[in-house]
């Protein structure tokens, strides 16, 4: 007897301690993991100013966010490429109204290859010939070894490339990044059914700086001095993510569900506001993007000022 | 102690809750059944045609108010359930149909515009990349480059030949086309080869009756095509052959698309009826997700998983072949790894080891069951894997060499403890042991040197790189190593059990008659725990089937179909994974992803189930022996 009432008084006070401190605003924001690092900055930031605020930042992917808003399971979606037909057509749908989406960073992707590649700059035809099997860009044939590269013509080296075979890694089919490449870089061909998936940038970049003949395309906040990031060749000459007419640059987005006519909540427009403040911009730049072009409409005003 | 009547009662109501639990686990699992059933059951439906009216003007189909819920408005869109008999049909007219004109192909974006000679009998032009110029193909048949300004190449040397034709349908995404002759539809596609840009025409269909009618081709590549008999088909380009529509009308003139599943038959009195196809036409399903498919811009057919399309244009890719045979390799693997082990353990622990040894041994070789298969996955990831795809055979020298090991313990003498002992065998075989354990595999690997010196040229990689065989990282030997460590405590504990469950009379009785224990273990023991060590078997097969973890972490992810165990696999379980967070509820995707897990929970259920049948058979077979 004595033991269970024991048992008891300690069930009463666990349960009397879970009942945590008072209740908070939470904001859910889930979708890319291009963004998780930069939006996770904003978060804490936005929290030190704020702490009445939690946040709940999952990054696997943007393709997890149309679902997540339409349900209403997050109120913050954060994509790195913008919302396909279907998705916006599925949202509609469900909610009744168009998805909300502001253009909040520019970023681009860059190719990365192991330190030991002698390799320079691709074309994009030879990018394509690569990573597709398809070839929908116009490559004549497909390459499996970096030497085979040489004939081409597409491609710029430093010496001789080893005549090792290409390991071609990519994100998991869930990443905006893998929608963004396969539209822009493979001219919506598919895939080779050999190219890995991993489920992060990370791992690909771990992965990269582990193989001598790994060719990986990855956030431009993910390269590190492990690997090689290289130049897409456009006629003579190479063009790097910083370039601006560096084809493979994207812009960085953020949806709401906010109805027509009426203003996003609060918490959200706050955090808005937060991001488009000069601390906000400042995060940006440190986390190696370009801020959105400022003559994009619907801007973070808009949306937040309406009555 | 409790008074006989407690104790009874106490047994009875342990025996009711243990009966409650286990009928509600039954229950569970049966639901999960019943839920994957349902969510894949209308992948099963077979064609039919129903009536429909649409409401409104064709514009307000398009513009989409909002309706359902957006999973059964996908469902419809995609055939899979009926909008109903009375209830209009109010889908958005952008899931369906191609936008493409007969003449204005795609081409290239910022490509410079294909200059549109007036040529006569010109049905097909496509721009291409570069200075390339313009892809032109005429109802004569030929096709060939013509350049920004005019006809580059010889009018009289075409690039190549085409069946000839009066007209042509784009297909959504604007690579392929349908090319209607008189008595036949063919269908073709653009190839960029190494001898440039061919047309090659992928399948035909012939209209035996003649052609009268083509309709647009949809985003799932369907195609309607009105014969001279009044008979409309259906064609799914590319999973089966043409299907006869039973429309229950006759003298149709012409068919065509106003929704992805919704068509518009014009009779030859004039009227029109509005009909909707729900389902798949018979085989195409099982095409789909197992036979190789033609698409669009593959050189033959192939198995090809890849369902995220980068525009509503592109065909989502579904084939459950690649996924299947993955899981099934790298199990095999870890299977195989780990049965010679885990069976010579359990055969020494149940029947060689005396009792007091065994209950001490046993659970600490289960509790690696309890190890966190991630954790292992993550190790492997960092440490393991460079080291197998650089030093593969000093590894496997490495492993072969290390049972011999065991081989040291002869050095230890067999004796019981007796005065005047210091030392207990169990430190005398630690202190025998590891240096055998550490002589072993350097042993080991100095073989495996040697034997990648005499057989490979000095280095298995570059051995591997010089043949083009794919060696990275992510292969499934790495996974099999890692499930091995996972399957190996299942299949040694039902072995171990199986061996120790056999009758003791049995064997003593064959070893007092001067067999040897392993004699008698091999000819008394081992016949009868046979069928137990096989189910032991198929439950550690099972158990690696439906890991997920590992392969998401070091397979590679890639659907690969080749046998190749270096090269990167796919598991069902990893895919699942990956891809339901972005699957829409209710969608084709989704439920192609349930029918997947179906699968996968019918293949391991099977297997367990064998296993406990084959387990229970033998163990009654030996309670009636004993008596």
């Given amino acids: 007897m004595k033991r269970s009432r024991a048992v008891l008084w300690v069930f009463a006070v666990v349960a009397g301690l879970a009942g945590g401190p008072a209740r908070s605003e939470t904001l859910s924001i889930v979708g890319s993991e291009s963004m998780a690092a930069l939006v996770t900055q904003w978060a804490e930031a936005y929290q030190a100013v704020n702490p009445s605020i939690t946040f709940e930042i999952q990054g696997t992917g943007s393709a997890s966010a149309p679902p997540a808003l339409a349900e209403g399971t997050a109120n913050i979606g954060a994509m790195s490429r913008p919302m396909s037909d279907l998705e916006r057509s599925a949202f509609r749908r469900r909610a009744g109204y168009e998805p909300l989406g502001l253009t909040v960073a520019e970023d681009a992707l860059t190719i990365i290859v192991n330190p030991a590649n002698p390799i320079i700059a691709v074309s994009l035809i030879a990018l394509d010939a690569i990573f597709s099997v398809t070839r929908r860009c116009g490559g004549p044939e497909n390459y499996s070894a970096w030497g085979s590269l040489m004939a081409s013509g597409d491609a710029k080296w430093r010496v001789a490339l080893p005549d090792i075979p290409m390991l071609r890694l990519s994100r998991t089919a869930v990443s905006g990044s893998y929608g963004f490449f396969k539209r822009v870089g493979l001219c919506d061909g598919d895939f080779q059914p050999s190219v890995v998936e991993l489920p992060g940038f990370v791992p690909i970049v771990n992965a990269v700086a582990d193989s001598p003949g790994a060719i990986a395309y990855v956030g431009s906040g993910f390269v590190t001095p492990l690997v090689k990031p290289i130049g897409i060749l456009i006629g003579d000459t190479v063009l790097y993510p910083r370039d601006e007419a560096y084809p493979l640059s994207r812009r960085l987005y953020l949806y709401l569900s906010a109805a027509p006519g009426q203003a996003a909540s609060p918490t959200e427009c706050g955090f808005l506001k937060f991001i488009e403040s000069a601390q906000g911009l400042a995060i940006l730049h440190e986390a190696g993007f370009r801020p959105a072009p400022p003559d994009l409409s619907p801007g973070i005003t808009d949306v937040c000022s309406k009555p | ?627």
Avoid at chain 2, 65 to 76: D, H, K, N, V, Y
Avoid at chain 2, 377 to 384: N, P, Y
Avoid at chain 2, 461 to 487: E, H, K
Wanted: net charge neutral.
């Fill in chain 2, 1 to 627: 102690m409790f008074a006989p009547n407690r104790r009874r009662s106490a047994d009875r109501l342990l025996s009711r809750v243990i009966r409650a639990t286990s009928a509600v686990v039954f229950l569970v699992l049966g639901g999960m059944f019943v839920q994957m059933v349902i969510v894949a059951w209308p992948l099963l439906q077979e064609l039919r045609v129903a009536e429909n009216a649409p409401q409104g003007s064709l514009h307000d189909l398009a513009t989409g108010e909002s309706g359902p819920r957006a999973s059964r408005e996908q469902a419809l869109g995609e055939g899979l359930v009926r909008a109903g008999p009375k209830k209009p049909v109010r889908q958005t007219i952008n899931v369906g149909i191609s936008d493409l004109t007969n003449e204005a192909a795609a081409g290239f974006p910022g490509a410079a515009s294909c200059a549109k000679p007036d040529l006569p009998q010109l049905t097909l032009s496509f721009t291409l990349p570069g200075a390339l110029g313009c892809l032109a193909a005429f109802s004569s048949g030929e096709y060939r480059i013509l350049g920004a300004e005019g006809p580059a190449e010889d009018p009289s040397n075409p690039v190549g030949l085409l069946p000839t034709h009066h007209d042509v349908r784009t297909v959504p995404g604007g690579r392929s086309w349908l090319l209607i002759g008189d008595t036949a539809v063919h269908w073709v596609h653009l190839r960029f080869t190494s001898e440039g840009p061919v047309l090659e025409e992928l399948k035909i269909m012939p209209v035996y009756a003649g052609t009268v009618d083509v309709s647009q081709v949809t985003r799932e590549r369907w195609v309607l095509i009105t014969d001279a008999e009044g008979a409309v088909w259906l064609w799914p380009l590319l999973t089966g052959s043409p299907y006869r529509l039973d429309l229950g009308v006759a003298g149709v003139t012409s068919a065509s698309w106003i929704g992805a599943r919704n068509l518009r038959v014009v009779l030859a009195d004039g009227h029109e009826r509005f009909l909707e196809l729900v389902g798949w036409p018979p085989g195409t399903l099982v095409t789909r997700l197992f036979k190789p498919v033609q698409y669009e811009g593959y050189p033959h057919p192939t198995h090809v998983w890849q369902p995220s399309a980068s525009s509503a244009d592109e065909v989502a890719k579904y084939n459950l072949v690649p996924l299947l045979s993955g899981t099934l390799e790298a199990a095999l693997i870890a299977v195989l790894l780990s049965l010679p082990v885990a069976i010579g353990s359990a055969i020494y622990v149940g029947f060689f080891l005396s009792s007091r040894r065994r209950e001490q041994i046993k659970p600490a070789i289960e509790v690696i069951a309890s190890f966190p298969t991630v954790v292992l996955g993550g190790l492997a990831a960092v440490w393991l894997a460079p080291l197998v795809v650089n030093d593969l055979p000093q590894i496997v020298g490495a492993g072969m060499l290390l049972p011999l090991a065991a081989l040291a313990a002869v050095a230890v003498p067999n004796t019981t403890r007796g005065a005047g002992d210091r030392w207990s065998r169990p430190f005398l075989l630690c202190v025998v042991l590891v240096p055998a354990v550490i002589a072993c595999i350097w042993l080991g690997v100095q073989l495996g040197n040697l034997a990648e010196h005499a057989w490979f040229g000095g280095s298995l990689s570059d051995w591997f790189s010089q043949r083009n065989i794919p060696a990275s990282q992510f292969n499934a030997v790495i996974v099999g190593m890692v499930l091995g460590i996972a399957v190996l405590p299942v299949i040694f504990s039902l072995t171990e059990d199986a061996i120790n469950e056999c009758p003791r009379a049995a064997a003593l009785g064959s070893q007092a008659l001067g067999a040897s224990k392993w004699q008698s273990f091999r000819d008394v023991v081992l016949p009868v725990a046979l069928p137990a060590i096989i189910s032991a078997v198929m439950l550690g097969l099972g158990r690696a089937v439906g890991e997920t973890m590992v392969f998401l972490m070091l397979s590679g992810n890639a659907p690969d179909l080749n046998l190749n165990p270096m090269d990167a696999v796919r598991n069902l379980g990893a895919t699942l994974a990956i891809e339901l967070p972005e699957a829409a509820v209710g969608g084709l995707h989704f439920r192609i992803l349930f029918f997947a897990a179906l699968i996968l929970f019918a293949a391991t259920f099977l297997l367990n189930t064998v296993a406990q049948v084959i387990r229970q058979r033998q163990r009654s077979k030996h309670t009636d022996q004993i008596g």
